[in-house]
């Protein structure tokens, strides 16, 4: 029998990897990065990135954080490496655990995600699959703890598709027992089985909303949050899904209806005049580019969770 690799790394491929002890841990490490007050050598330790999709934030954030903390990033570029020629999953995720230390991936299909995952011997993060983008999450729930200090009253609203980010935002809001509200067209509401974990971990149910009435999701929120209508892989549902999200744009009559001290989110890219309008980007209330920075301190508070 051929000898197996030994699985001993832990993973971050959903939301649902951590508990909200490590969710908080992961925070207090960020804030401790973003503020100068911590300092960790992880030096000589690799990330190896692959990524399927395009990417501007996530690449580049875990590449500044992983410097950051003295390590090094090698960059798998599927179409100069044999990924891009069709090495299996399982050689490519062996291979690269004897070279590096932790692996950040980005594709399309989160069941080759868990495949990386099952043949890796070192920690697998989720850069972002068309199920989830936990990493976007903890920076997003970051940004809210700054704002607010805690999670406590806090009501997320996201208006949009029911997309990864949504997801991830339902899972990670289930975590730490924040009111989640999704604003969808009928029809593009989130992942079921998604809905169905969250519901299982809130103590109090009522607090994952699910609605296509718009007025009703932004009433009195804390936070909104939106992001593109179409993601990568979907470029031929534009149109249709231009046409359906119709009256879905985060503009400054739905702000006037959420908290008089609300804070607007985006992950970005952001298509201006479609989810979310210029004036509400540009507005004293955005914490979009805090939001932003914060991916490479929660990112970075990731890696030195995973691997010290």
């Known amino acids: 029998m051929p000898k197996t690799e030994k699985k001993t790394s832990r993973n971050f491929l959903s939301s649902m990897d951590i508990s909200k002890e490590e969710v908080l841990h992961i925070f207090e490490l960020a804030n401790n ?31 500044v954080a992983m410097s950051r903390l003295g390590g090094t990033t090698i960059d798998l570029n599927p179409t100069t490496s044999q990924i891009g020629r069709g090495e299996p999953i399982r050689d490519t995720a062996r291979v690269l655990s004897r070279y590096c230390d932790v692996i950040a991936i980005r594709t399309f299909n989160h069941l080759d995600l868990m495949e990386y995952a099952n043949w890796s011997s070192i920690p697998v993060i989720n850069a972002l699959t068309d199920l989830e983008h936990p990493c976007q999450a903890l920076a997003d729930f970051l940004t809210i703890k700054e704002e607010f200090l805690d999670f406590k009253n806090v009501v997320l ?14 899972l990670c809001g289930a975590l730490l027992g924040v009111e989640v509200r999704i604003a969808c067209p009928k029809g593009y509401e989130p992942n079921n089985l998604v809905i169905d974990k969250a519901r299982q971990i809130y103590k109090n149910k009522d607090l994952l909303k699910i609605t296509n009435d718009i007025d009703f999701a ?7 949050y939106t992001d593109v209508w179409s993601s990568m892989g979907e470029e031929n549902q534009k149109e249709e899904k231009d046409k ?17 001290d609300a804070i607007i989110l985006h992950c970005l890219p952001a298509y201006r005049s479609k989810e979310i309008t210029d004036e509400v980007i540009e507005s004293k209330k955005s914490r979009i580019f805090d939001q932003v920075e914060n991916r490479m ?3 970075q508070a990731l890696l030195a969770f995973l691997l010290n």
């Not at 609203?157 to 339902?170: H, K, M, R």
């Open 33 to 63: 990065f973003k503020n100068k007050s911590l300092s960790l050598n992880l030096e000589n330790k690799v990330l190896g990135l692959i990524f399927d999709k395009s990417s501007t934030r996530t690449r580049v954030s875990f590449q």
């Open 244 to 260: 359906r999200f119709y009256g879905f744009t985060l503009d400054s009559n739905l702000v006037a209806k959420a908290d008089k």
């Open 157 to 170: 609203t996201f208006i949009g598709d029911g997309n990864n980010v949504a997801n991830s935002l339902i």
């Open 297 to 299: 301190h929660a990112q």
């Open 218 to 224: 932004v009433k009195d929120a804390n936070v909104l």
